[in-house]
């Protein structure tokens, strides 16, 4: 209701406008004075106005740039209105934002220098002083933070400071626009690049420097982050609903052609609907996904382009390894699975059958693992061995909004049911969901997490000591294999110990990926140099452009 209502007072504005525009134009007549040109003019500004508006099916939960709650929704807001050292393209190139540049001699100690005409949106400097800001407080142990920074030299296996601790001993500060990072241990330079250099946002330290680290994430700052160093600015944030943002006319990059970008939030057939209409200009990846089933439907709007992007980060169960500790039962339910009838019938073939996270075009892909098959028979005979209860009855949690994947999701429990599992369903919006399975409440959820450059990254979750983790999982192997994937920094190296990793998690099933679809790009032909992409979408927003009828 509340976008609706939003609506309206934008047409009351406007009518608004036109009222006080006409008045004046009057008023000047009966004085037999010339109009004043000034309301004219801002009628004129109005219709110029470029706004674009994305569509996404699931909401931000947050817009804290250090504490993303690894939320892809919310990705996009604050990757408008936060720049990180680098970005990336729609190729995993990483490109220079804030850093100038980024050396290392001995993969060890990175040097980084800053961009000197970066500035906060403010007129601020960005200089080392925010970065050594950031890093202190987001590292603070009362602190909470998405930043996987172990790897420095001074953080505990958190990636955290030690109690008491203020200073981070892998941090040298060499002047306003240099400083260096330095490694436990040699590192490839991948995971520098994509941990801190792409993933780390920063905070504003002339406006939050008086801030008491516990009481961080309550501070108004992140209902309303008004000064940031991004392309845009913030406008406004209405949460489940939309979220607002302007041109940064002080970005260094250049200003925005595009004076605001609306994102907003609505139901999968709603998306395909407003696509059509011109409402909306163009969907999002991961979280804006337009259903493949209604692939003929969209090709036939004259007003967009469509296009499909290859095979994505899969659709993924997570299983509560506390509460489901046999693997024998996850191979159950792998082998219960009709994935082929879900990519075939349902996805129209255009999808790929993977069991692992790393979509089949990464390079570390381990393609010498066949996915578990079909069949329901080996699915009862493992059960009957593991000796399952048929009066339990299993916590299925499924987010709404992807209409596919709910749609999948209802597959699966017919295909649990088929052999004798016991499904209680709980769908919820997203942002309730990711609250429910990080407090345990669910035996088995399905989500789609983000894609990553570096490989380290898909497997942050199966480590035994991670907080954050929905799996619970606990296996000395992998946390050894995982620890020898951070550290290795030759290539051909890093592949068998990926390989293996995967090999070992396919083995113990701890997640399963379901399918790997082929997702729709969808784009206004009004929009110009942006379009929807699985990596890099935002990366030069500054230069999009739309045309005004």
Same mark, same amino acid.
């Given at each position: 209701?509340? %976008?609706?209502?939003?609506?309206? *007072?934008?047409?009351?504005?406007?009518?608004?406008? *036109?009222?006080?525009?006409?008045?004046?134009?009057?008023?000047?007549?009966?004085?037999?004075?010339?109009?004043?040109?000034?309301?004219?003019?801002?009628?004129?500004?109005?219709?110029?106005?470029?706004? &674009?508006?994305?569509?996404?099916?699931?909401?931000?939960?947050?817009?804290?740039?250090?504490?993303?709650?690894?939320?892809?929704?919310?990705?996009? !807001?604050?990757?408008?209105?936060? @720049?990180?050292?680098?970005?990336?393209?729609?190729?995993?190139?990483?490109?220079?934002?804030?850093?100038?540049?980024?050396?290392?001699?001995?993969?060890?100690?990175?040097?980084?220098?800053?961009?000197?005409?970066?500035?906060?949106?403010?007129?601020?400097?960005?200089?080392?002083?925010?970065?050594?800001?950031?890093?202190?407080?987001?590292?603070? !142990? =009362?602190?909470?933070?998405?930043?996987?920074?172990?790897?420095?030299?001074?953080?505990?296996?958190?990636?955290?400071?030690?109690?008491?601790?203020?200073?981070?001993?892998?941090?040298?500060?060499? @002047?306003?626009?240099?400083?260096?990072?330095?490694?436990?241990?040699?590192?490839?330079?991948?995971?520098?690049?994509?941990?801190?250099?792409?993933?780390?946002?920063?905070?504003?330290?002339?406006?939050?420097?008086?801030?008491?680290?516990?009481?961080?994430?309550?501070?108004?700052?992140?209902?309303?982050?008004?000064?940031?160093?991004?392309?845009?600015?913030?406008?406004?944030?209405?949460?489940?609903?939309?979220?607002?943002?302007?041109?940064?006319?002080?970005?260094?990059?250049?200003?925005?052609?595009?004076?605001?970008?609306? #994102?907003?939030? &609505?139901?999968?057939?709603?998306?395909?609907?407003?696509?059509?209409?011109?409402?909306?200009?163009?969907?999002?990846? !991961?979280?804006?996904?337009?259903?493949?089933?209604?692939? @003929?439907?969209?090709?036939?709007?004259?007003?967009?382009?469509?296009?499909?992007?290859?095979?994505?980060?899969?659709?993924?169960?997570?299983?509560?390894?506390?509460?489901? !500790?046999?693997?024998?039962?996850?191979?159950?339910?792998?082998?219960?699975?009709?994935?082929?009838?879900?990519?075939?019938? /349902? &996805?129209?073939?255009?999808?790929?059958?993977?069991?692992?996270? #790393?979509?089949?075009?990464?390079?570390?892909?381990?393609?010498?693992?066949?996915?578990?098959?079909?069949?329901?028979?080996?699915?009862?005979?493992?059960?009957?061995?593991?000796?399952?209860?048929?009066?339990?009855? *299993?916590?299925?949690?499924?987010?709404?909004?992807?209409?596919?994947?709910?749609?999948?999701?209802?597959?699966?429990?017919?295909?649990?049911?088929?052999?004798? &599992?016991? #499904?209680?369903?709980? =769908?919820?919006?997203?942002?309730?969901? $990711?609250?429910?399975?990080?407090?345990?409440?669910?035996? #088995?959820?399905?989500?789609?997490?983000?894609?990553? $450059?570096?490989?380290? /990254?898909?497997?942050?979750?199966?480590?035994? @000591?991670?907080?954050?983790?929905?799996?619970?999982?606990?296996?000395?192997?992998?946390?050894?294999? $995982?620890?020898?994937?951070?550290?290795?920094?030759?290539?051909?190296?890093?592949?068998?110990?990926?390989?293996?990793?995967?090999?070992?998690?396919?083995?113990?099933?701890?997640?399963?990926?379901?399918?790997?679809? =082929?997702? /729709?790009?969808?784009?206004? =032909?009004?929009? *110009?140099?942006? %379009?929807?992409?699985?990596?890099?979408?935002?990366?030069?927003?500054?230069?999009?452009?739309?045309?005004?009828?």
């Amino acid at each position: 209701m509340k %976008r609706y209502k939003r609506m309206g *007072l934008l047409i009351a504005s406007a009518i608004a406008t *036109l009222l006080i525009a006409a008045c004046s134009q009057s008023n000047d007549a009966n004085e037999g004075a010339p109009a004043e040109p000034k309301p004219q003019a801002t009628t004129e500004e109005a219709q110029a106005e470029k706004k &674009l508006t994305i569509g996404i099916v699931n909401a931000p939960v947050t817009l804290n740039q250090i504490n993303t709650q690894d939320n892809s929704a919310s990705l996009a !807001p604050i990757g408008l209105l936060n @720049d990180a050292l680098l970005d990336v393209t729609d190729s995993a190139e990483f490109v220079p934002k804030l850093a100038e540049s980024i050396e290392t001699t001995d993969k060890q100690t990175f040097t980084v220098k800053l961009r000197p005409d970066a500035k906060w949106n403010d007129g601020t400097p960005f200089t080392t002083a925010d970065v050594a800001f950031t890093l202190k407080l987001a590292l603070h !142990p =009362k602190v909470e933070t998405s930043f996987k920074l172990s790897f420095i030299e001074g953080l505990n296996d958190f990636g955290k400071l030690e109690e008491g601790v203020t200073e981070i001993a892998g941090l040298r500060i060499i @002047d306003p626009h240099t400083f260096e990072i330095k490694a436990k241990t040699p590192i490839d330079p991948l995971v520098f690049n994509e941990r801190f250099g792409a993933k780390v946002y920063y905070l504003p330290e002339h406006l939050l420097k008086d801030v008491n680290p516990e009481q961080l994430s309550t501070h108004p700052y992140f209902q309303k982050p008004e000064v940031t160093n991004g392309p845009y600015r913030f406008a406004a944030y209405e949460q489940g609903q939309y979220v607002e943002v302007t041109k940064n006319d002080q970005y260094y990059l250049g200003a925005p052609k595009i004076d605001t970008i609306f #994102i907003k939030v &609505l139901p999968a057939a709603n998306l395909v609907a407003q696509l059509q209409t011109g409402e909306v200009h163009m969907n999002s990846l !991961p979280v804006g996904l337009v259903p493949i089933t209604d692939y @003929d439907k969209v090709k036939s709007f004259d007003n967009v382009n469509v296009t499909s992007a290859a095979a994505s980060e899969p659709a993924e169960l997570f299983f509560n390894i506390e509460k489901l !500790p046999d693997k024998k039962v996850r191979q159950a339910i792998a082998y219960a699975l009709n994935r082929p009838l879900i990519v075939e019938q /349902l &996805l129209k073939g255009q999808a790929e059958i993977i069991d692992g996270g #790393i979509p089949s075009g990464h390079p570390y892909f381990n393609k010498d693992i066949a996915p578990y098959s079909y069949d329901p028979e080996k699915a009862k005979q493992l059960l009957q061995e593991a000796g399952w209860d048929p009066n339990r009855k *299993l916590a299925f949690l499924i987010p709404v909004g992807n209409k596919v994947r709910e749609q999948a999701a209802d597959i699966l429990v017919q295909n649990l049911e088929a052999v004798g &599992l016991k #499904i209680d369903v709980q =769908k919820y919006d997203f942002p309730t969901l $990711i609250d429910k399975v990080e407090k345990g409440e669910h035996d #088995i959820t399905i989500f789609t997490r983000d894609y990553y $450059i570096e490989p380290s /990254l898909y497997f942050t979750t199966y480590k035994s @000591d991670d907080p954050e983790s929905v799996i619970r999982y606990n296996n000395p192997v992998v946390d050894e294999l $995982i620890a020898q994937g951070e550290q290795e920094i030759d290539e051909a190296k890093r592949h068998e110990i990926y390989d293996r990793l995967q090999e070992v998690l396919h083995e113990d099933v701890p997640t399963l990926a379901v399918y790997s679809e =082929k997702r /729709l790009q969808v784009v206004s =032909k009004e929009v *110009l140099g942006g %379009r929807p992409l699985n990596l890099g979408t935002f990366n030069n927003v500054n230069e999009w452009d739309l045309t005004v009828k």
